[in-house]
T-cell receptor, first 113, second 111 residues
Framework: DAGITQSPRHKVTETGTPVTLRCHQTENHRYMYWYRQDPGHGLRLIHYSYGVKDTDKGEVSDGYSVSRSKTEDFLLTLESATSSQTSVYFC????????????FGPGTRLTVT | QQQVKQSPQSLIVQKGGISIINCAYENTAFDYFPWYQQFPGKGPALLIAIRPDVSEKKEGRFTISFNKSAKQFSLHIMDSQPGDSATYFCAASLYGQNFVFGPGTRLSVLP
């Protein structure tokens, strides 16, 4: 699992509430990613980070924000959750600038009611 | 140009048979093509990957075939086993950034 943990692993929340998901890695990787996984869509990139306080948008960033104040933590925030954000969220790391591969965490299943 | 197409959506194979999953991409700048295996309730796990300067890569029972001119690549699982039953995703990326994933193939290997 490349030393990646995600918390919480499961969460149910109500429409309109803020939600923060945490990705924690223990191996000091510079590059971190947030994806969402939905049936029929594979995984789609939400946001990514290439260092502390350095982040950028991915394909499906609307309604999401991220923060990275420490190398080991990459937070994904849904400012006001909607039912369309019900999904499984995965964090990933890339081992280094010259690396091509990404390794994924165990995921967080989020349900917005 | 960022889309990756994957087929079939689902696949049923007998134990010992060959499983073949196909992907096609559009962006000729992509330089890395991985395959991921995912079991229910788990994160995707990197299975095997190839770069466009190679036409084939084999690791154990898993082989990637790559056709640069056709912009297609495929995963072959030889001697398929029930333990291979999972969802498989192909992907493409440039410099390891911003992976574009196919929609996935659910493989069932019958005992």
């Amino acid at each position: 699992d490349a030393g990646i943990t995600q918390s919480p692993r499961h969460k149910v929340t109500e429409t309109g509430t803020p939600v923060t998901l945490r990705c924690h890695q223990t191996e000091n990787h510079r590059y971190m990613y947030w994806y969402r996984q939905d049936p029929g869509h594979g995984l789609r990139l939400i946001h990514y980070s290439y260092g502390v306080k350095d982040t950028d948008k991915g394909e499906v960033s609307d309604g999401y924000s991220v923060s990275r104040s420490k190398t080991e933590d990459f937070l994904l925030t849904l400012e006001s959750a909607t039912s369309s954000q019900t999904s499984v969220y995965f964090c990933a790391i890339r081992p280094g600038q010259g690396a091509r591969e990404q390794y994924f965490g165990p995921g967080t299943r989020l349900t917005v009611t | 140009q960022q889309q990756v197409k994957q087929s079939p959506q689902s696949l049923i194979v007998q134990k010992g048979g060959i499983s073949i999953i196909n992907c096609a991409y559009e962006n000729t700048a992509f330089d890395y093509f991985p395959w991921y295996q995912q079991f229910p309730g788990k994160g995707p796990a990197l299975l095997i990957a190839i770069r466009p300067d190679v036409s084939e890569k084999k690791e154990g029972r898993f082989t990637i075939s790559f056709n640069k001119s056709a912009k297609q690549f495929s995963l072959h699982i030889m001697d398929s086993q029930p333990g291979d039953s999972a969802t498989y995703f192909c992907a493409a990326s440039l410099y390891g950034q911003n992976f574009v994933f196919g929609p996935g193939t659910r493989l069932s290997v019958l005992p």
